[in-house]
């Protein structure tokens, strides 16, 4: 398998540590931001390898907009900004 890349968000509900991976619409949980990124790598992975099994990997990558570069790594759409932003309701 080549490596795939993500990128991986990291908030916290109430005692527990929530984590996602936007680009393939994977999250887990932790009870520190360690455990969470540890627990959405390992979500990822069995995600992946279940694709792979299938044979849909490639078109869920592509689908989900990755690329492969150098053969070697599929890389995901870059986020170039997260922001905290607001809007007034009426």
Not at 23 to 39: K, N, P
Not at 43 to 68: C, P
Request: net charge negative; charged share 30%; hydrophobic share 35%.
């Amino acid at each position: 398998m080549k490596d795939v890349y993500f990128d991986t968000l990291i908030w916290k509900e109430g005692n527990v540590y929530v984590s996602y991976c936007p680009h393939l619409d994977v999250s887990s949980c932790g009870d520190t931001i360690e455990d969470a990124r540890r627990m959405l790598r390992e979500a990822v992975r069995l995600f992946l390898e279940e694709a792979e099994k299938k044979g849909t990997l490639q078109d869920i990558l592509e689908e989900s907009g990755y690329h492969l570069e150098d053969n070697q790594k599929w890389e995901p759409p870059r986020l170039v900004s997260t922001e905290f932003t607001s809007i007034p309701l009426m």
